[in-house]
Structure formats: structure tokens, C-alpha cells
């Protein structure tokens, strides 16, 4: 792998041992994955404790020193919420780690977003621009909807970009990679952001780490019914990008999003396809009786809380039921000021900041049968919180909370 001048002196030690390891650790990675060179990155965005990390102990149990990183770089998800952490059952040794790591991040200008889905906050990464990101949901929507330039990446290689401003060359930096696989003949007229999830979570399953291409969408998805098809999508298999012509950045028409090769499969996503999706997202749940909803994955944006709030006007959460909604602390800032904060509390629910129960592996005390508008948290939760789960559309989730029954009004 070629190196530039400043990438070898940063890998001979020039600027100090835990940079150069960095380097180690990325030279590695790009010989592994056959990568030609390295190549800038100065949007960087991941989850990472700095007190836990393996690839940077430089062979000593000592403290580590991290210097300032050398690229704008910035904080997924953490756990717990600094306000409900004990309402979301964390220690006090757990809440005062987290306290600590985010000191480190800061001291480091490791910026706090707290998110799972950081272009709702600012973090907008243009066309062509070359990140370094993780979190599925995250990677699939910048690659897609905005045209960046991302590989989903793990803690370790997140932290060395952060360092060093650099990354492998390879998969879906390169343009040739980018091309989609599957053609989708949208046969249904998905438009509700339960359209989105279903479509993202069936495809996922059928392309596994295939790029979809999307055809014959009827109505222009907005950002978020586009976050829940990112979501769902990456679910079963290892969809990182996706393509909808006249829609995603990189494909105004269909042969675009080709770039003139044949598709490897043409599939469909029918009423039959919808309800077999449905059906497989509740598989797990056959208990009516709901004590648990949870909305919020990805984090909310600010019209999802304006709906949810909408749908709550009047209403009070039945009492053997905890309503839990999740967003970042600058959404959630909002939300305080619109009054959304306060409505959704005097209903019997309560808003929450930087993580969720798929990130912070917690539920309500003696929760049983959660219900939930994302596909992401009723695929995820069975398996991580031993709990059945329902899927539905928002209405359905408000209807639950507060009857304290699962009637799913608007399945298919």
C-alpha cells in the first residue's frame, strides 16, 4: 500500500507513539481489505468508550493520553441518560463512568452528539465527501440520501481515522462499488413511515449485502420515513447504501443507479411481500396486553415528537404502561421549548436523550410486551431484552400506551 510523506512519518512516530499505532492499526486494515492507499477523512462519527478500548493500550494497563483529534469528529449514541439513568436501571458506578468517558471526549475535542442519526443535528456530510462513520442506520442514510462516502466501520478504525485524518481506499469509497445490485419493483404505494420500515426490512432480507435499487416510488419520502428505511434495511443482512432514481443523490435515473450494468435479481415488494414482512416483525409477540412502548429508533426528529404530541393531546398513559421516547439532547432542547417535554410528561410518558434500549441493553422494571413504529427495535428487543414486541405504525403505539392493548388499527 502506498504511503504519502506525512502518512510515513506519522507511522514512523513523528507525532508521537498512540498516532503512529493508529497508523499501525490502518495500514493493517488496508492491507487486509487490499486497499491501494490511504485517503484523507474529515468527518468522522462513532461510538466509542475511550476508558475500554483495545487496539491503543500500547502494551501497558496505564491511563492512556490521547492527544486532540486531527479531524472534526463526533459522538454516536452513549449510555445511560444522564437525567433517567436510574428510571432506565443504571448504577451509580455505571452513570459516573459515562460521566467520566465524556469528560475524556471533550478534553480530546471529541464533540458530544449523541445520536444515533447525526445529520438530524447538524453533522450534513455533502456528496462525494469521504467520511468515517459507524452505525448502520447512520452509514446507509449518508451513503444513500446524501451521497457521502462511507464504509460502516468499528470502534478501533473510528478511532484511528479520528487521529490521523486517514482511511483505507477501498469498497464503498470507490465509486465502481457504489453501483446498485437489485432492482425493487415497488409494487405497493408505500408512503407511511410503516411502509418504510416494512420495505427496508423485507429488502434487507432478500439483497443481504447487496445496493437495492428502488423503482416505482409513488411518494417522495421525507427524512424521516428515509431514517426508517435505513434503519430496517441493514437488519438481516449488511445493505450499506441503497438507490431511489429522481430521489438519492447518486441516481437521477434508473440506469444511473446501474451505471449500466444488468441487476443480479429483479424482485418485487407487493401486498403479499408488506404483509409478509409484518408478520415476520411480529412473530415473537402474542401477548395483547402491552406495559411497555418505546418510540425513538433512530432518535426522533422534531416532527416525529410534534406528531407523537399531537396523538397524546388530551390523553393520559395507562397506568401499568411506561412510555419511553428517545431523541439527542439538542432535539430534546427543542423539545423543551416547544412545549413538547412537558405535554408528554403530564400524559405519563417520559423523553430521554442520547441512547436507547438497543444501544443501553435496559426496559422498563418487569417489562414484558414492549410495542414499537421501528423495525430496527422490534427485530432487535426480543432477542436483547427477552421481551415480546409489537410493530406498528405511531397511532398504533399512542393507542397502546394509552389502553394498555395491542389492536394495531392500521396493520395490513
Avoid at 438481516?236 to 447504501?241: A, I, L, Q
Avoid at 441503497?242 to 440506469?255: Q, S, V, W
Avoid at 451505471?259 to 418485487?268: A, F, H, I, M, N
Avoid at 421481551?387 to 395491542?406: H, N
Amino acid at each position: 500500500m502506498e504511503l504519502t510523506d506525512d502518512e510515513k512519518a506519522m507511522l514512523d512516530g513523528s507525532e508521537g507513539k498512540v498516532r503512529q499505532k493508529a497508523m499501525e492499526l490502518l495500514v493493517r486494515y488496508g492491507e487486509a481489505v487490499r486497499a491501494e492507499k490511504l485517503i484523507a477523512a474529515n468527518n468522522v462519527c462513532g461510538d466509542i468508550r475511550i476508558d475500554a478500548l483495545s487496539e491503543f493500550n500500547l502494551g501497558s494497563s496505564d491511563t492512556i493520553e490521547l492527544p486532540p483529534v486531527k479531524v472534526f469528529s463526533c459522538q454516536l449514541e452513549t449510555a445511560p441518560d444522564p437525567e433517567c439513568w436510574q428510571l432506565q436501571g443504571a448504577t451509580q458506578e455505571q452513570y459516573e463512568a459515562n460521566v467520566a468517558n465524556e469528560a475524556l471526549h471533550v478534553a480530546i475535542g471529541f464533540n458530544q452528539l449523541c445520536i444515533c442519526a447525526p445529520y438530524l443535528v447538524g453533522n450534513v456530510p455533502v456528496k462525494g465527501e469521504h467520511c468515517v462513520w459507524m452505525g448502520s442506520s447512520a452509514v446507509v442514510y449518508i451513503n444513500s440520501v446524501l451521497g457521502a462516502r462511507t464504509n460502516r466501520e468499528s470502534g478501533d478504525s473510528i478511532m484511528a481515522a479520528m487521529l490521523t485524518g486517514k482511511i483505507p481506499y477501498w469498497g464503498l469509497h470507490l465509486p465502481e462499488n457504489r453501483m446498485g445490485t437489485h432492482l425493487i419493483n415497488v409494487e405497493w404505494e408505500v408512503e407511511s413511515v410503516l411502509d418504510w420500515g416494512l420495505l427496508g426490512y423485507y429488502t434487507g432480507q432478500m439483497v443481504k449485502k447487496g445496493i437495492p435499487v428502488f423503482y416505482g416510488i409513488r411518494h417522495v419520502p421525507n427524512t424521516v420515513r428515509l431514517k426508517h428505511l435505513s434503519a430496517a434495511l441493514p437488519l438481516t443482512g449488511g445493505v450499506e447504501m441503497f438507490h431511489i432514481p429522481g430521489i438519492t443523490a447518486e441516481a437521477h435515473k434508473l440506469d444511473d443507479a446501474f451505471g449500466g450494468r444488468q441487476p443480479l435479481d429483479v424482485l418485487r415488494f407487493g401486498k403479499a411481500e408488506r404483509m409478509l414482512a409484518y408478520d415476520m416483525l411480529n412473530a415473537c409477540a402474542h401477548d395483547s396486553t402491552v406495559d411497555f412502548v418505546i418510540l425513538g429508533c433512530p432518535h426522533c426528529f422534531l416532527e416525529e415528537l410534534w406528531e407523537m404530541c399531537r396523538l397524546l393531546a388530551g390523553k393520559k398513559v395507562n397506568s401499568n404502561v411506561s412510555l419511553w421516547i428517545f431523541t439527542s439532547r439538542a432535539i430534546k432542547a427543542m423539545a423543551d421549548r416547544n412545549g413538547y417535554t412537558r405535554l408528554i410528561s403530564e400524559a405519563g410518558g417520559v423523553l430521554m436523550s442520547d441512547t436507547c434500549p438497543v444501544q443501553g441493553y435496559f426496559k422498563h422494571q418487569g417489562a414484558k410486551v414492549a410495542a414499537t413504529n421501528s423495525a430496527k427495535q422490534a427485530y432487535c428487543l426480543p432477542g436483547i431484552l427477552s421481551i415480546q414486541c409489537w410493530f406498528g405504525s405511531t397511532a398504533d403505539c399512542m393507542e397502546a400506551a394509552i389502553s394498555g392493548k395491542w389492536r394495531a388499527f392500521t396493520q395490513p
